[in-house]
């Protein structure tokens, strides 16, 4: 109808006018199926789909690397039996084109092949095909010869990296060029499970200008992981740590991982160990991630924690062990269904330690779980890749070093506070003998030692020392005014404000619950000795942060000169305690001196508390 509707001005006879009207009509019905047959290609190209046009690749040394993207054809062989004279003669095989970010499922007996020629290009320089995947298992490529031959040039984990035509962290296979026709060439893939890589091509000089860039990143990234695997090893020695073991241990493996990976290791490392090369990438990440579990338990202490839980944690560890050595007799396309659910249990496993830790008060495995986040988040993204989730890309090949990158300073950070923790309280715990465990000030014992090498000291370089004696008195009266807390916080502040005063070469020692000491070193006068006490008792009376203004220490202080009046410390020592029980309550005076004579009402005191 739309059509008669249309065409229905062109359709209709019109009434000849004269001979010009007979001229004309000939033209008229030419023109009338022109545009009829216009409209209809136009409506017929409206509904038909759209023609997709292919990538041509053109060797370009300005835009490197240049990728091969859907210039190509790809087409799986299941058997694994045919050769590239049956691939390029049979007409019958189901080719693809192939794309930048597919997912090729090929597993172990199967091949995948790979067509493409390559424009005429000026071969004024070398170029080579690129597969830039350290893990495939073998590339072939089959170039035909003036004979009719095809010639292989062969790559790949299952090939001693020393007998590759250029030896590289990844296949690497020169191509003929000619200025004049296409060069065809056949490229033959094989891998033990699914992968995805990005064909291209890369100029001589453009490969060696991103060598030196690569190499100076990886460069980095091994010397970081070198230092802290080193710098651990050391302080396991020293400090006797067996955390700083593990760890060293640990980033060893993950460097080897990395090298492995990154292709460094079958280039340097084991160039002639193809089986090596071809299990590595599978051994040594479950070798890394038990280790790491090793070290978190050594790190929150869990043997002292939970001796149960640390048994099961070194049994996963034990699991992950026998997992990599069992990777050898797996077959290739069975090992991502062994590898994935073994990681993936030890990563968590871990993580559930670290927060079982934190969650009983262990203040540094919080800083553990965050420096752990980034490699988790990076072995995440290649598991992925792994189970054929996402393609291959910039995080699949470097993801894991920019995470183990985040992740070294953060841990040796936190190894250098453990450490520094574990020290403080070991000597906390072997010198309480010695220090009151409450204030960080010597005891009694050591004080009276203290005195002792003290006046022998004085003696020897015939001047003068000062021994005192502080009683802090208005316990009771804080405790009734600002409670209990208050009252058991003020002989702490007592022990800070006498730490305050005393010099490098003083000692204060707390000798009871209320009662401190002090050595003051001589040369020392009486008019000092006689100053240092109203000091002591000033410090004491000014207020405390975070405690109410009135809340204050009130203290007496008793000293004595030495050896001038006396060299017997333990004669000298009772003597101050006597002279301070003497002095009452309410006494507005503070500061007394050895030798003085004390008032009538303090000696009835004194005698009447001796009959008592």
Not at 16 to 40: D, H
Not at 53 to 58: A, G, H
Not at 466 to 488: C, I, P, S, Y
Request: charged letters at 20%.
């Amino acid at each position: 109808m739309i059509f008669k509707n249309f065409f229905a001005p062109w359709g209709r006879r019109q009434p000849a006018a004269g001979i010009a009207g007979k001229r004309f009509a000939p033209a008229l019905r030419r023109l009338r199926t022109l545009a009829m047959s216009l409209l209809l290609v136009t409506l017929l190209g409206l509904n038909s789909p759209p023609a997709r046009s292919r990538t041509v690749l053109d060797l370009d040394t300005h835009t490197q690397p240049v990728a091969l993207q859907d210039w190509g054809d790809y087409w799986i062989d299941t058997t694994g039996q045919f050769t590239p004279d049956q691939v390029s003669r049979t007409s019958t095989l189901a080719w693809k084109p192939t794309r930048p970010d597919a997912i090729y499922p090929v597993t172990s007996g199967h091949s995948m092949w790979v067509r493409f020629s390559v424009p005429p290009a000026p071969d004024g320089e070398r170029w080579y095909l690129e597969v830039p995947n350290p893990a495939i298992n073998r590339a072939s490529l089959y170039t035909l010869d003036s004979a009719g031959q095809w010639n292989e040039q062969r790559a790949g984990d299952l090939i001693a990296v020393s007998k590759w035509p250029v030896p590289h962290r990844h296949p690497l296979l020169p191509i003929a060029l000619s200025a004049e026709v296409p060069t065809k060439y056949l490229l033959r893939l094989e891998n033990g499970q699914a992968f995805s890589s990005q064909l291209q091509f890369i100029s001589e000089g453009r490969l060696s200008y991103r060598e030196q860039r690569v190499s100076l990143i990886l460069g980095i990234f091994f010397g970081l992981t070198g230092l802290a695997a080193v710098v651990s090893a050391l302080g396991a020695l020293s400090l006797r740590d067996s955390a700083y073991g593990f760890y060293a241990l640990c980033v060893t493996l993950m460097g080897l991982t990395q090298a492995t990976v990154t292709g460094i290791a079958g280039l340097h490392l084991w160039p002639d160990w193809p089986w090596w090369n071809d299990i590595s990438t599978s051994v040594l990440p479950l070798l890394t991630a038990s280790a790491t579990l090793l070290f978190i338990s050594a790190a929150v202490a869990l043997p002292e924690r939970s001796l149960r839980l640390q048994r099961l944690t070194a049994g996963q560890a034990g699991l992950g062990i026998l997992a990599a050595a069992a990777m050898a007799l797996v077959p290739a396309a069975s090992r991502m269904d062994v590898f994935v659910p073994i990681v993936l249990l030890l990563e968590f496993s871990g993580m559930l330690v670290m927060g079982w830790a934190w969650r009983r008060g262990d203040r540094f495995a919080p800083w553990l779980m965050l420096a752990y986040l980034p490699v988790l988040a990076s072995a995440g993204w290649m598991l992925a890749n792994s189970a054929r989730l996402v393609p291959a890309g910039f995080l699949t090949q470097h993801g894991m070093q920019l995470g183990v990158a985040l992740h070294l300073p953060i841990v040796m950070v936190v190894l250098m506070l453990r450490s520094q923790h574990r020290r403080e309280n070991t000597r906390r715990i072997q010198g309480l003998d010695r220090v009151d465990p409450s204030t960080g000030l010597i005891n009694g014992h050591v004080f009276t030692e203290r005195l002792t090498r003290m006046i022998a000291r004085s003696q020897r370089l015939r001047h003068q020392s000062a021994v005192m004696l502080v009683d802090l008195v208005n316990a009771e009266q804080v405790q009734r005014d600002f409670g209990r807390k208050a009252a058991d916080e003020l002989p702490l502040r007592v022990a800070e404000r006498l730490l305050s005063t005393a010099r490098e070469i003083d000692s204060a020692a707390r000798l009871s619950e209320r009662r401190f000491g002090m050595l003051v070193e001589g040369p020392f006068s009486a008019e000092d000795a006689g100053t240092l006490g109203p000091r002591i008792v000033a410090r004491c009376l000014m207020p405390y942060k975070g405690l109410h203004v009135d809340c204050v220490a009130q203290v007496h202080v008793a000293y004595a000169l030495v050896p001038r009046q006396g060299s017997n410390a333990q004669g000298l020592l009772m003597q101050l305690e006597e002279r301070l029980a003497m002095v009452p309550g309410d006494s507005r005076r503070a500061v007394f001196m050895l030798g003085e004579a004390p008032p009538p009402e303090a000696l009835l005191r004194s005698y009447l508390r001796k009959r008592a």
